[in-house]
């Protein structure tokens, strides 16, 4: 740590009484040191650093951060106050003050280094040796970890995220975390030794995963199978969410990891006597910073990762479909579809005038629909790479439009994004141009190529096809609608909100960005298709209830309100509980309601499902006579299926009641 601090970079005496003027102090013995080349735009970005969440810890010590352009070597500067200075830490003003400097391309081997000095800072040895020393390079040497007396004894390691901790049989709770800040240099690391500690202490076996600027090692999915609860403390996006999925979860501020780790480890093992299991979401499975963290993502199958990449831009897209296609909708509903071809109301509205308002209402959504191509392209590049792709990216989906290749266009130009990008960050370049990298070589190369790619090699082709596939929505009638109707029906009721129901949606709203009348009526069979599921699992419960326990029961009447407001997912617990009868049952009847649907020539133009866009629908008493066309075959297999068991589980619970309600009517 010889390169990090120095004796000049230590002020034993350090006379600041604002967290301003302590950080202003510390650096300008940087500056005399020449490890920072612009005072004020350094100090800067330590402002923005400090304003994202205080850097006080409780214990008297203060750790203002930041990475910088203006930083030309990580640096660690150290002044102790006599008076205190208030960082916003809840126990008072900080005596021990850490400025931690990092360049914006710092390398893993400094940052593990900061990352280190981050985890001492919890011991409360090292912290009083640090208040005790008088000697500038002896607590340098300190810091350093020169010094063998001062090494803190009392500090276990925390377990390497791809290992288990050593654990006795008789353990008596296992406690999983994942940490992270924004910068990802000290609280990251301080938040996993104090879970770490405060476990110890507790005689619970924590494995922390830290997902910071030294990198992020796994943890071993064996650790995370046999843990009994979750916490996150984090300040940024945690890393792929999924591994975590049944598991009961705290989920915390990365400072709540570092100055109150007994409080997370009591509520951890509360909400496992509860039996709370968290409903962790299906995003956040992209590690933040576009790496891998190891072998997670270059070990997928290609087919996962793909469909993980275009999910991501399809996310990203769906409010832009939403605001843009329901205000759109809405215009039609007022002003008639003739309104599309309205003036500017730039240049033409009238206050009083419905129409006026239509068309507003109308130019605002279709401005809103502009951004569908790029940002599902943008989106799709940040999937693969990360911020840097989201330049290229957008560009892409722009030139898509420009060349009239649409849907289809956007997701080749986020697909060729994404990979251009990967590939210029494989190029090892030298240190002192990482920095530059992310924010302007990377963006300006890929935008680039993107830009060629799109205008000169595959934009053309695509947008060929774009408009084959166009003139065959058209074209769909008889026959071949039916068909079109059935395999979306089934790709809705399929997996209910997970990857072929999103395929499905992403293909109907695909067509919305240039609507016509064949892409309306894809529409409307994907969203009536989508009400299914949960409609025939209410009416199931309430037709059959002997077929189903209580807690069934239950859910079944909130499916109803759910299949309503097109809530696809309201099924997704019957399935769970009986896979093999519900999902075939509710899959028939999807497929029923989409040829249905498509077969009466239903259309809609709002992206969204549901009783309240029924105004919206062509042929509206026809569309719900598909629904309930539909729901009703989905009852009527589910219901049978599950009567032909030749035994009916019942929790012990309905048992008991059931008999007591016998011995009533014997008595009677």
């Known amino acids: 740590m010889s390169e990090l601090i120095t004796a000049e970079l230590v002020d034993l005496d350090l006379s600041a009484t604002t967290k301003d003027a302590a950080a ?79 360049p914006a391309g710092a390398d893993d081997d400094h940052l593990t280094i900061l990352s280190g000095l981050a985890r001492r800072l919890m011991d409360p040895e090292f912290t ?66 104090s879970l770490t500690a405060a476990g110890l202490a507790e005689g619970v076996e924590v494995t922390v995963e830290t997902q910071g600027s030294a990198g992020f090692s796994k943890l071993d999915p064996a650790v995370i199978a046999r ?122 509205f009238v206050w009083g005038q419905a129409d006026s308002w239509a068309a507003l209402l109308n130019q605002i959504g279709s ?12 989106y799709i590049a940040y999937g693969m790479a990360d911020r840097p792709a989201l330049v290229p990216g957008f560009v892409g989906g722009a030139i898509a439009l420009t060349v009239d290749a649409g849907f289809l266009g956007g997701l080749v130009a986020g697909l060729l994004a994404g990979a251009v990008v990967m590939a210029i960050q494989r190029v090892p370049v030298h240190a002192t141009l990482r920095g530059i990298m992310p924010v302007l070589v990377i963006p300006l190369i890929a935008s680039a190529v993107v830009g060629f790619l799109m205008f000169i090699v595959v934009g053309k082709p695509i947008a060929a096809l774009q408009s084959a596939l166009t003139d065959w929505l058209n074209g769909l009638s008889g026959s071949n609608a039916v068909i079109l109707g059935v395999v979306l029906g089934l790709m809705m009721c399929f997996d209910m909100g997970g990857p072929l129901n999103k395929v499905a949606y992403a293909f109907a709203v695909g067509g919305l960005a240039d609507p016509t009348d064949g892409s309306l009526k894809v529409m409307a069979a994907v969203m009536a298709a989508g009400m299914v599921p949960p409609l025939a699992m209410a009416l199931a419960t309430t037709v059959r209830k002997k077929l189903f326990t209580k807690t069934e029961r239950e859910n079944g009447r909130a499916a109803w309100v759910l299949g309503a407001s097109f809530i696809t997912e309201g099924a997704i ?73 030749r035994t009916v589980p019942v929790p012990a619970d309905e048992a008991e009641a059931t008999a007591a309600d016998a011995r009533v009517g014997a008595t009677a």
């Open 24 to 102: 202003r102090s510390l650096a300008e013995r940087m500056v005399a040191a020449h490890r920072v080349t612009d005072l004020d735009g350094f100090l800067a970005d330590v402002a923005a650093r400090e304003a994202q969440m205080p850097t006080g810890l409780d214990g008297g010590i203060g750790i203002p951060h930041c990475r910088s352009e203006h930083v030309s070597a990580p640096t660690l500067a150290f002044g102790r106050s006599a008076r205190g200075i208030d960082f916003g830490a809840a126990d008072g003003p900080a005596d021990l003050i850490f400025l931690i400097a990092a």
């Open 573 to 645: 617990p019957f399935a769970a509980a009986d896979p093999l009868r519900v999902i075939p049952s509710v899959m028939a009847g999807g497929a029923v309601t989409g040829a249905l649907s498509m077969a009466f020539g239903c259309t809609l133009r709002a992206p969204h499902g549901g009783i309240f866009v029924v105004p919206l629908i062509g042929e509206p008493f026809l569309y719900l006579l598909a629904i309930a066309a539909g729901t009703l075959v989905a009852t009527a297999l589910v219901v049978l299926l599950k009567g032909a068991r």
């Open 128 to 193: 009083a040796a640090l208040r005790a020393g008088d000697d500038p390079a002896a607590v340098a040497a300190l810091i350093r970890g020169e010094e063998p007396a001062q090494e803190p004894e009392a500090t276990t390691p925390i377990a390497a995220a791809g290992e288990a901790a050593p654990a006795e049989d008789d353990a008596p709770f296992r406690i999983v975390a994942v940490t992270s800040c924004p910068t990802g240099i000290a609280h990251t690391y301080m938040a996993a030794e």
């Open 367 to 378: 401005a809103a629909f502009g951004f569908l191509v790029p940002v599902l392209a943008g």
């Open 227 to 348: 843990a009994d609860a979750v916490i996150w403390a984090h300040d940024v996006e945690v890393r792929e969410k999924a591994r975590f999925r049944g598991k009961p979860l705290v989920d915390v501020g990365v400072k709540a990891g570092i100055n109150r780790p007994a409080e997370l480890i009591a509520e951890a093992r509360r909400k496992t006597e509860r039996g709370e299991i968290a409903a962790v979401p299906q995003g956040g499975d992209r590690p933040a910073d576009g790496t891998d963290g190891g072998s997670g993502a270059d070990s997928a199958h290609f087919g996962v990762r793909l469909r993980t990449y275009l999910m991501s831009g399809v996310s990203y897209m769906v409010p832009f479909v939403a605001a843009g296609g329901l205000l759109i909708a809405l215009s039609f509903a007022i002003g008639g579809y003739e309104i599309a071809d309205a003036k500017s109301v730039a240049d033409h």
